[in-house]
């Protein structure tokens, strides 16, 4: 060391407050304090870990019972089908009722709550048919749901609901994806519309039909045809 350099000046009373033990219990308490975290949260982790596998197993469970339940309706409606196919209809009216109710909430129950209907339809017990596809309630966005609301509109045709018939035609219009089913359901609000006298509104319909035919369509001639029969209607 240097001449020049000086030796820094520590205060006595200060190095003697200094004390190591008390140092060391701090570091253990602060040790301890680790290892509760560590053990809690250990606990913890353990706890979310059983619950993930619980979760999982829930989940492969339900994927398996539902691919059972889709499985046992697809051989239960087949069986339907036959029954129908050696015209066994009341047996199947009554198949119908209690699948559908078994199997609800599956694609097969939805296309179940279409053959129940058709069937009643065909009948000609209307109010029961009506009865089936009001309660199924079916959304648009599947085709089941798009032949149910159809049926159910042909069921108010037929009890001669005319007003009612046009709504639910106008609402399979409206939610349906395929031309077709769209053309055909204008069509058949159009034909309410008749019915009830509104041959303005009628002729609107079939408007939208042709405008929404290409160019060339040989249909569009038919509908030209209609506009002119429902047009005589209002001079």
Known sequence: ?????????VDPQYE????????ED????????????IQKNRDMAIIGLVFCVLGVSALLYYKSAKEEQVEQATVR???????????ALEDAKSQLSTFIGRFEG??????????????????EDFLVA???????????????????NSLL??????QGRWADAEVQYLRVAAGA???????????AAARSRTRQMDFAGAASLYQQIIDGLEDQDPKKGFYVARIAEVSESLD
């Open 1 to 9: 060391m240097s001449k020049n350099t000086k030796r820094p000046i």
């Open 16 to 23: 003697e407050s200094v004390d190591p033990l008390s140092r």
């Open 26 to 37: 701090k570091f253990l308490v602060s040790v301890l304090d680790l290892t509760g975290w």
């Open 77 to 87: 409606l087949e069986a339907i089908h036959q029954a129908i196919s050696i015209s």
């Open 106 to 123: 599956t694609k097969q129950a939805d296309e179940g709550v279409v053959l129940l209907g058709r069937l009643h339809l065909e009948a």
């Open 130 to 148: 009506i009865s089936v596809l009001e309660s199924a309630d079916l959304p648009l966005s599947s085709s089941s749901g798009v032949q149910a």
């Open 153 to 158: 509109a042909k069921a108010f045709e037929s």
């Open 177 to 187: 994806n395929l031309d077709f089913e769209v053309r055909e359901s204008l069509e």
